[in-house]
């Protein structure tokens, strides 16, 4: 148990000192929020912009000359913006959403004995209070999901451990939607999972998780090698710590919340029943049958399991622990492995070993504090990602040539030259990496995976800064050039699409084989129109600068990708998106492929639907806006406010077609340029990004990449059009 705390009333206000509170400047892009204990380092240690804008804290610009033009505006955002940059080069941002993630992080500190600093335990006690739903006092799968039981039996669990007692009153609200949704043994199997690791939840509750799965012949179609590599690397440790049935040491608050989370007596639960027990509010993608009778079998099994075989299993999934860890600097891919390893080797190893310390070190990467408090994020920062569209945006806007934005372009490049993988991964061939040589990542290079879209983003900005400015060291080579090529031309799938880590390793049957209840489609990889368009563009820009290298594969590469974009247009006209919500996202990048290759409203009628349908979607305001809700069903679904993510998006997807009317795009950038503060920036929105088909994640950092891109595309536009002059 950790130290008792004082908890302060209202977590509306901060409950710790935020001028104490910095982020730490290094030269990787790692997010590390430090807090500072003595007077005389926080003297030392001035807050910079970028700090106080992250923690709320009002920042008191002057207002900024009023724009009449969309290339004053975006001007202007970027006066703001360039504010924020950090010493390296990148911009910092939270990247929260998911609701159980800080659970994950709190209870696989707990039960290693990994402890917070108070200030730390604090503000992320204030986070949870602060984004409980004021109706019911519940949590969801992520922040603006109703309450489920994933999300109110995890955060009310962290809570606890965290240092709240059981009798506050957000906590007797909690449990008593807890208790509504079925209590906790009607968590989905991800819930189940870590309460066991915790000792409030007996594994009997859980379907089986047999390690031996590791040791099937590599051939065999549904071999783990196969599966999408976040659900792959998840049940890596999810087997070892179900095979070695690890259990926190009872303690007395672990008594107490056995009691707590459940409508019946603990010891009177039926656990084998639970398995399947999963409440309605959480159920996203029930079981198929075939999975349900695999887990009979399974759970036969278990009774009579094969020792020498079962620790061959253990033993085989312990070594795919490590090398993960090896491979990413104690990274892991993302923050719920990241927490899984750690218990694993400390139930391995012990608590006084080097993978100890080094998970530790690497723990408050994912740590971030924001104005309501400090979130675990969704991985190490998204780094890459946010500077590859602001870098994109100032080229094409020509605001990189502006004198006083230089020097924030040459740190930019500076650090995208850093953040290349420049070999493959430690363990490669053992561990069913792909290779990531010349590869960019989504967040740091430490962290080390390659992405397509990440890898085609990387490869543009590169290009954007070395090739089209004069005045920026040549810092990337062209044979880190062709390397990045190498590898993107490695993960085409048969039918021309691109997936996100890897080419598509399994069948779509494995679907039926998924347990997470929660999320859907993540049993294999599959190709998105995002990632597709980002290497058709980053290549297509690559052969104008280097039209001698591999010409014909990359010809062919983007002749099939185009062919793929087409295959999956949707019957409405848009593109599903799965990274960004949601039609609005993938639509912009499609139609920017297919203008790429001469599709332009005018000349395909692809991308004359994909306009209608946009269009049809314009509201009266002159934006656009659509909720996550579309990323669960499917089928588009308003937002209730239109938002400036979307709306950029969107008018950005009419100029790439070059739809011939500015009319629409005019009242877009009107509306755009009217939620604009003085300052230059726009306030947060809703959330703007997804994954699994379920889960809402934030891109604080989209409202300044997108708006400035789309203002500044619709001078050039409107210049075209006649609609006015530059200044
Ligand atoms: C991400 C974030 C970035 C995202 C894009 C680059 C935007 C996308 O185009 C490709 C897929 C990728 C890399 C992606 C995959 C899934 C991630 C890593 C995330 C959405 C961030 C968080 C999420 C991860 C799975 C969250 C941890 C939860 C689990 C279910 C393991």
């Given at each position: 148990m950790w130290t008792p705390l004082d908890i302060?009333?209202?977590?509306?206000?901060?409950?710790?000192?935020?001028?104490?509170w910095r982020l730490r400047d290094t030269d990787d892009g790692s997010h590390i929020w430090d807090w500072l204990q003595t007077d005389e380092e926080c003297a030392t240690r001035p807050m910079t912009e970028a700090d106080k804008y992250w923690l709320g804290i009002?920042?008191?610009y002057p207002p900024l000359p009023t724009p009449h033009t969309p290339i004053e505006a975006a001007r202007n955002g970027y006066t703001f913006y360039?504010?924020?940059?950090a010493n390296d080069g990148h911009w910092a941002g939270e990247y929260g959403?998911?609701?159980?993630l800080l659970p994950g992080l709190v209870i696989g500190s707990y039960v290693t004995g990994m402890s917070f600093l108070d200030a730390e335990r604090l503000e992320m006690i204030r986070y949870v209070l602060n984004r409980?739903?004021?109706?019911?006092g519940g949590w969801g799968?992520?922040?603006?999901?109703p309450s489920s039981v994933f999300g109110t039996a995890l955060n009310y669990t962290a809570l606890r451990l965290l240092?709240?007692?059981?009798?506050?009153p957000a906590m007797v609200k909690a449990r008593a939607t807890l208790h509504k949704l079925?209590?906790?043994?009607?968590?989905p199997s991800w819930g189940k999972f870590w309460l066991s690791i915790l000792n409030?939840?007996?594994?009997?509750g859980n379907n089986p998780i047999p390690t031996e799965l590791w040791l099937?012949?590599?051939?065999?179609?549904?071999?783990?090698?196969?599966?999408w590599i976040h659900t792959r690397t998840v049940y890596v440790p999810m087997s070892y710590l179900y095979g070695v049935r690890f259990q926190a040491e009872e303690d007395e608050l672990i008594l107490s919340l056995r009691e707590e989370?459940?409508?019946?007596?603990y010891d009177t639960i039926d656990w084998p029943a639970q398995?399947?027990?999963?409440?309605a509010a959480d159920l996203y993608a029930p079981h198929s049958g075939l999975f349900d009778f695999i887990n009979v079998i399974l759970g036969m099994y278990e009774q009579c399991t094969i020792p020498p075989i079962r620790k061959a299993g253990t033993d085989f999934a312990y070594n795919l622990i490590v090398l993960e860890d090896e491979n990413t600097g104690h990274?892991?891919?993302?923050p719920v492995s990241k927490m899984m390893n750690l218990v694993a080797r400390v139930h391995a190893?012990?608590?006084?070993s080097e993978a100890y310390k080094l998970h530790e070190e690497t723990r408050r990467d994912f740590m971030w504090l924001s104005g309501e408090g400090m979130m675990m994020c969704g991985?190490?920062?998204?780094q890459l990602w946010d500077i590859g569209f602001i870098t994109q945006a100032l080229v094409e806007t020509g605001l990189a040539k502006d004198e006083e934005n230089k020097e924030s372009l040459i740190k930019a490049l500076k650090w995208l030259d850093q953040c290349q993988?420049?070999?493959?991964?430690?363990?490669f061939g053992t561990s069913y990496r792909h290779r990531t040589k010349g590869a960019w990542p989504f967040s740091t290079k430490a962290q080390g995976y390659t992405v397509s879209d990440c890898t085609g983003e990387g490869l543009k900005s590169v290009l954007y800064l070395q090739n089209q400015?004069?005045?920026?060291?040549?810092?990337?080579?062209e044979e880190r050039l062709y390397d990045a090529v190498d590898t993107l031309l490695t993960m085409q799938n048969p039918d021309g699409g691109f997936a996100s880590y890897e080419p598509v390793r399994g069948s779509?049957?494995?679907?039926?084989?998924?347990?997470?209840?929660?999320?859907?489609?993540?049993?294999i990889e599959y190709e998105y129109p995002e990632c597709t368009t980002s290497v058709i563009t980053s290549l297509s820009i690559f052969r104008k600068h280097?039209?001698?290298?591999r010409p014909k594969a990359i010809d062919t590469t983007i002749k099939e990708a185009i062919k793929f974009l087409h295959n999956i247009q949707k019957p409405e006209g848009g593109w599903f998106g799965?990274?960004?919500?949601?039609f609005t996202y993938a639509t912009m990048f499609a139609l920017e492929s297919l203008a790429l290759v001469g599709e332009t409203y005018e000349t395909s009628t692809s991308a004359r639907r994909a306009c209608d349908f946009l269009l049809s979607k314009q509201r009266a305001d002159g934006g656009w806006g659509e909720s996550y809700k579309t990323c669960e069903t499917g089928v588009w679904v308003d937002h209730e406010n239109t938002q400036v993510v979307q709306t950029a998006w969107a008018a950005m997807a009419l100029m790439y077609a070059k739809y011939p009317h500015p009319g629409p795009i005019a009242r877009a950038v009107k509306l755009v340029m009217w939620r604009q503060?003085?300052?230059?920036s726009w306030p947060q929105e809703a959330i703007e990004g997804v994954f699994n088909k379920s889960c809402a994640i934030s891109y604080p950092n989209f409202k300044f990449s997108f708006t400035i891109w789309m203002l500044g595309k619709a001078q050039a536009y409107f210049e075209e059009h006649g609609v006015y002059k530059a200044q």
């Open positions: 302060p009333e209202s977590p509306r206000e901060p409950f710790t000192d935020y001028t104490r009002p920042l008191n360039k504010n924020l940059q959403g998911p609701m159980f409980a739903h004021p109706e019911d799968l992520h922040i603006e999901a240092g709240v007692s059981a009798e506050h079925g209590g906790a043994a009607a968590a409030v939840y007996d594994w009997d099937l012949p590599e051939w065999m179609p549904f071999h783990p090698s196969k599966w989370l459940y409508t019946q007596p398995r399947n027990n999963v409440s990274q892991t891919l993302a190893e012990g608590r006084e991985t190490n920062g998204s993988i420049q070999d493959d991964p430690k363990h400015l004069d005045f920026t060291p040549k810092l990337v080579s779509a049957w494995l679907e039926w084989l998924n347990p997470a209840e929660v999320f859907g489609d993540i049993m280097y039209p001698h290298y799965s990274w960004g919500i949601c503060q003085e300052d230059g």
